[in-house]
């Protein structure tokens, strides 16, 4: 049924600095705090459901045939821009699989390639549809800066890497960083931690800001930056594959110094769309808790239960979402299950899941998803 919803939109108000940051002064006006909205009762007698209008961006993509997807480009395993052009890791094949979900086609992705500053704005100016950047849920991002944020698909926290030769080890600890200069990208929840962790110590530090995570490696590698810092995967990721022969890199403090949940986001108030990448997300999660793979899918669709209802089978709650009831069973068949796109992307820099947070929920890790009925 076609839901009526007149909308006034009065001027999206983007009042986003020039690095268009996260922090409490950049106030960004969503299409919420500047709408008046009045939503006429439709046939079915309710007052008709914000966020799931005609219109949405759920239509949009449908209508397109292509998913506009913000990514890092440059955050190894991640999302990472190939001299083809192609864009390859975690984060992207998250892409690919919405797009297989609601286009029934994985390769139809636009991918755009965003600085942590810039990534917010493009998903409020429309310019993604949504972001998957090694972006860490925050209050106020998930408020004030007008995101709602998917399922986390990767539970990280920050860290630091600096250089054994200069005396640093995997067991040194933020208090070993007096005097070093630090550095990171800007518009990132990396810099607020590392500016508050070293203030509460009493440990002074110098820390350069970069746009983006390329010319902080290249700072770095110079020697203009004793130690660089960031979610302990990029680190990870980066001394897989930057570090010099010769040289060893070090990842510490062993215990984080934050909690950064990385997941998909979407602009807020259009819970249609933001229920569509959510249930992408726990999808891939249920498949990889069923044991059905891209190999094994087409052939458990017939099964009963719920490993049926999400192949599209009998009791299928997709179409009653805006979409074909296939749409899982493409994704999963088309990109795989949680666990074959985190080992895919993720195992070949040695990022496990085994003994983490990012192991399932059946074997002591966080990763969990809501039953599929
Ligand atoms: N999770 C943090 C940091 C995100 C971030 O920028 N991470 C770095 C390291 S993984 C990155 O994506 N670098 C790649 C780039 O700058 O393109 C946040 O959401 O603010």
Redesign the pocket.
Known sequence: MLKRLSVLLIALALVAAACGD?DAETTVTTAADTTETTAAPDDDGDDGDVGQAEGGILAAVQARGVLKCGV?????A??EQQPDGSVTGFDADYCRYIAAAVLGDSTAVEFT????AERFTAVQTGAVDVLI????W?QS?DTDVGMDFAPTTYY?G?QVMAREGDGFTGASAITDLEGAVVC??A????EKNITEVTNQLGVDITLNTF????Q?MDQFIAGACDAVT??G???V??KATQQPEGENWVIFPPSPISK?P?GPVTGQNDSQWLDVVKWAVFSSILFDENGVTSANAAGRAGEEGEVGRLLGGEGQLQEAMGLSPDAWLNAVSQVGNYDEIFSRNLNPVGLTREGSFNASYLFGGLIYAPPAR
Request: glycine residues 10%.
């Open positions: 996260d890092s480009g440059s955050a190894t991640f999302s390639a965003l600085t942590a950047r090694n972006t860490t925050t991002r990280d920050q990171t990208n518009g990132t929840t990396t746009e983006d995570y390329n902080v960031t979610d995967s990029g680190l990721g980066r950064e990385l």
